[in-house]
């Protein structure tokens, strides 16, 4: 019971460090959910706030609108006149229509100032506006365009310079044309940047930035009055990452801000709201410095309890540690198991357990060494078989006494190449031009041996350089040869194309021959089969081969029709698997 009770102190020492830590996590997450739900409040709030803002500066929108359309209403027979008589009579004419506007809007604290430019030589501003601003406006790209686009109204952000002092407004243009679309003049109304401003500093803190953009993202009103009228945002862009009407926590340069944005369908204006997060996290500054200092204590208590809790734990498992080494060194032999603790020593036993499983591994690999070594020496035996050789020999023989002796010598030099090629190396891996070439001297010695024409083609792109089995084309090539054409006389077109596929390199033997029946393929893999004019041996070796390499999922795979010719599609790694490297 000693035992136990030795481990019961250290698992409450343990206990009490997860307590720490928890309460420390507990502490976190309270303080983080304090703080997603103020941020949460926050976005509510200022998204109440923002439509508020909107549905004021909507109204602002509206009076400008209202008193373009008001004026082009009441006097739109003289706009349209190639000729004003009398100037100072119109202009008399509408100042009387505005004064009542003026009266109300002075109610309101907004003054609002109009300018109307004709083609016919009429020009008319009211008060806020004068000769200056009217030349300036003339000489606008906006101005000119107008000639030329087919709108009917537009908004721009102006700088007028009156009395050595540089005003901002936010215009709208009533676009006068006849009915004809022929462009006659314009009728503006404008309103002063800084009534827009006043509305929403007054509900925004002075270091949030707050803005309205037009449709096309520049700043008609900024809180930084150096960006008004600046191209701030492309405006579709802007939408598909935040929103038309949102609030978000997103990273500015290098500060966190949450940007509350509103969009007012009718303007087609978007006001925009950054508040930075550092704000928020003010209040909870003393919170977070307690929580620090808690933390720092936290995490000196810990290691103090590490520290013991090491030092009981240390000499059993430097021990085990020490027999771990001694078995990585002594042919992975059992360790002695450790009894202190039955938790060490489960760990121990466990671990005799995985060196018995590595010894069994390491038993069945060389096993499977040893029976692909067997693979490799068969199909080596197998590839000059005495009935082939003895053939080969009797036809040049033959030649030789029909004095046919350059025939003669080129089948000697062919068998030659194949005799050689099993036997000049004992690399079971070589690159795909050796296949080849055997291939080659292969057809060689057919073509002068059956008098048959055979045609091979191999896909030029195929990267000759890579790595394959030895000895995995020639008896698919041999099988498309004697099994794929009844007579001699058709002659036999092979190709032979290879590609990548991810870590699979894939290699495509297709000939036009009489193709087989699905039965025949299914009898070419089946062990208890009778025997078959193809060369299954072959065929069921190379199969054997790559899977035993690369693994199961790799081999050979057969697809034919009976007239169509048949695909031989053998499929290899880029690399062989683990422990078949050769």
């Given at each position: 019971?000693?035992?136990?009770?030795?481990?019961?102190?250290?698992?409450?020492?343990?206990?009490?460090?997860?307590?720490?830590?928890?309460?420390?996590?507990?502490?976190?997450?309270?303080?983080?959910?304090?703080?997603?739900?103020?941020?949460?409040?926050?976005?509510?709030?200022?998204?109440?706030?923002?439509?508020?803002v909107s549905e004021r500066i909507r109204i602002i929108n509206n009076i400008a609108v209202y008193s373009s359309n008001s004026i082009y209403d009441?006097?739109?027979?003289?706009?349209?006149?190639?000729?004003?008589?009398?100037?100072?009579?119109?202009?008399?004419?509408?100042?009387?229509?505005?004064?009542?506007?003026?009266?109300?809007?002075?109610?309101?604290?907004?003054?609002?100032?109009?300018?109307?430019?004709?083609?016919?030589?009429?020009?008319?501003?009211?008060?806020?506006?004068?000769?200056?601003?009217?030349?300036?406006?003339?000489?606008?790209?906006?101005?000119?365009?107008?000639?030329?686009?087919?709108?009917?109204?537009?908004?721009?952000?102006?700088?007028?310079?009156?009395?050595?002092?540089?005003?901002?407004?936010?215009?709208?243009?009533?676009?006068?044309?006849?009915?004809?679309?022929?462009?006659?003049?314009?009728?503006?109304?404008?309103?002063?940047?800084?009534?827009?401003?006043?509305?929403?500093?007054?509900?925004?803190?002075?270091?949030?930035?707050?803005?309205?953009?037009?449709?096309?993202?520049?700043?008609?009103?900024?809180?930084?009055?150096?960006?008004?009228?600046?191209?701030?945002?492309?405006?579709?862009?802007?939408?598909?990452?935040?929103?038309?009407?949102?609030?978000?926590?997103?990273?500015?340069?290098?500060?966190?801000?949450?940007?509350?944005?509103?969009?007012?369908?009718?303007?087609?204006?978007?006001?925009?709201?950054?508040?930075?997060?550092?704000?928020?996290?003010?209040?909870?500054?003393?919170?977070?410095?307690?929580?620090?200092?808690?933390?720092?204590?936290?995490?000196?208590?810990?290691?103090?309890?590490?520290?013991?809790?090491?030092?009981?734990?240390?000499?059993?498992?430097?021990?085990?540690?020490?027999?771990?080494?001694?078995?990585?060194?002594?042919?992975?032999?059992?360790?002695?198991?450790?009894?202190?603790?039955?938790?060490?020593?489960?760990?121990?036993?466990?671990?005799?357990?995985?060196?018995?499983?590595?010894?069994?591994?390491?038993?069945?690999?060389?096993?499977?060494?040893?029976?692909?070594?067997?693979?490799?020496?068969?199909?080596?035996?197998?590839q000059i078989n005495p009935h082939f050789l003895h053939n080969t020999l009797f036809s040049i023989k033959c030649l030789v006494e029909m004095q046919?002796?350059?025939?003669?010598?080129?089948?000697?030099?062919?068998?030659?190449?194949?005799?050689?090629?099993?036997?000049?190396?004992?690399?079971?891996?070589?690159?795909?031009?050796?296949?080849?070439?055997?291939?080659?001297?292969?057809?060689?010695?057919?073509?002068?041996?059956?008098?048959?024409?055979?045609?091979?083609?191999?896909?030029?792109?195929?990267?000759?350089?890579?790595?394959?089995?030895?000895?995995?084309?020639?008896?698919?090539?041999?099988?498309?040869?004697?099994?794929?054409?009844?007579?001699?006389?058709?002659?036999?077109?092979?190709?032979?194309?290879?590609?990548?596929?991810?870590?699979?390199?894939?290699?495509?033997?297709?000939?036009?021959?009489?193709?087989?029946?699905?039965?025949?393929?299914?009898?070419?893999?089946?062990?208890?089969?009778?025997?078959?004019?193809?060369?299954?041996?072959?065929?069921?070796?190379?199969?054997?081969?790559?899977?035993?390499?690369?693994?199961?999922?790799?081999?050979?795979?057969?697809?034919?029709?009976?007239?169509?010719?048949?695909?031989?599609?053998?499929?290899?790694?880029?690399?062989?698997?683990?422990?078949?490297?050769?």
């Amino acid at each position: 019971m000693k035992k136990i009770k030795k481990m019961q102190k250290i698992i409450f020492r343990g206990i009490a460090f997860m307590n720490i830590f928890a309460f420390i996590v507990i502490f976190l997450t309270i303080i983080s959910i304090l703080f997603n739900n103020t941020t949460t409040m926050l976005k509510e709030s200022r998204m109440k706030v923002l439509r508020q803002v909107s549905e004021r500066i909507r109204i602002i929108n509206n009076i400008a609108v209202y008193s373009s359309n008001s004026i082009y209403d009441q006097f739109s027979d003289y706009f349209t006149d190639d000729i004003i008589n009398n100037h100072q009579s119109l202009s008399a004419e509408i100042e009387d229509s505005m004064s009542s506007t003026n009266m109300l809007l002075k109610d309101i604290q907004m003054d609002l100032d109009v300018m109307i430019i004709l083609n016919n030589g009429y020009v008319y501003y009211s008060e806020g506006e004068s000769e200056s601003s009217v030349n300036s406006l003339k000489t606008s790209f906006w101005y000119m365009d107008n000639y030329s686009n087919d709108e009917s109204e537009a908004w721009l952000v102006r700088f007028d310079n009156i009395d050595n002092i540089v005003k901002m407004k936010v215009s709208y243009g009533k676009i006068i044309r006849d009915e004809n679309g022929v462009y006659l003049g314009v009728i503006i109304s404008s309103i002063s940047e800084k009534t827009f401003n006043e509305i929403y500093t007054s509900v925004s803190e002075e270091r949030n930035n707050i803005f309205i953009l037009d449709s096309t993202g520049k700043a008609i009103s900024h809180s930084r009055s150096s960006l008004v009228g600046t191209d701030i945002y492309y405006m579709p862009t802007f939408f598909s990452t935040y929103g038309k009407t949102s609030s978000t926590l997103v990273k500015k340069n290098t500060a966190h801000v949450i940007q509350t944005n509103v969009y007012d369908e009718a303007t087609g204006w978007t006001i925009v709201e950054e508040m930075d997060v550092r704000n928020i996290m003010e209040s909870y500054a003393n919170l977070l410095y307690f929580g620090i200092a808690l933390l720092i204590f936290s995490i000196g208590v810990a290691l103090l309890n590490s520290a013991i809790i090491s030092k009981r734990l240390s000499n059993p498992l430097r021990n085990m540690k020490n027999d771990m080494v001694s078995s990585s060194e002594n042919s992975f032999a059992p360790i002695e198991l450790q009894t202190n603790y039955d938790e060490i020593f489960i760990l121990g036993k466990i671990f005799n357990q995985n060196i018995d499983r590595m010894n069994d591994l390491i038993k069945r690999i060389k096993k499977e060494e040893r029976q692909k070594r067997k693979f490799e020496l068969d199909f080596l035996q197998a590839q000059i078989n005495p009935h082939f050789l003895h053939n080969t020999l009797f036809s040049i023989k033959c030649l030789v006494e029909m004095q046919c002796y350059n025939r003669a010598g080129e089948m000697l030099h062919s068998l030659t190449k194949l005799i050689k090629y099993p036997i000049n190396t004992e690399k079971l891996w070589v690159p795909f031009y050796d296949e080849i070439d055997y291939i080659y001297s292969y057809i060689e010695l057919m073509r002068n041996r059956y008098e048959f024409p055979i045609f091979i083609n191999v896909d030029d792109t195929i990267d000759m350089t890579t790595l394959i089995p030895r000895f995995i084309l020639q008896p698919i090539v041999e099988n498309s040869i004697f099994h794929g054409y009844d007579s001699k006389t058709k002659a036999a077109q092979i190709n032979i194309t290879a590609y990548e596929m991810g870590e699979k390199f894939i290699i495509r033997v297709s000939d036009d021959g009489k193709g087989m029946a699905q039965t025949d393929i299914d009898r070419l893999w089946d062990n208890n089969a009778s025997p078959s004019a193809i060369n299954r041996i072959g065929l069921k070796n190379i199969n054997a081969r790559i899977k035993l390499i690369y693994g199961k999922e790799y081999g050979i795979n057969i697809l034919s029709e009976l007239g169509k010719g048949t695909d031989v599609i053998i499929t290899i790694g880029k690399r062989a698997r683990e422990g078949n490297d050769e």
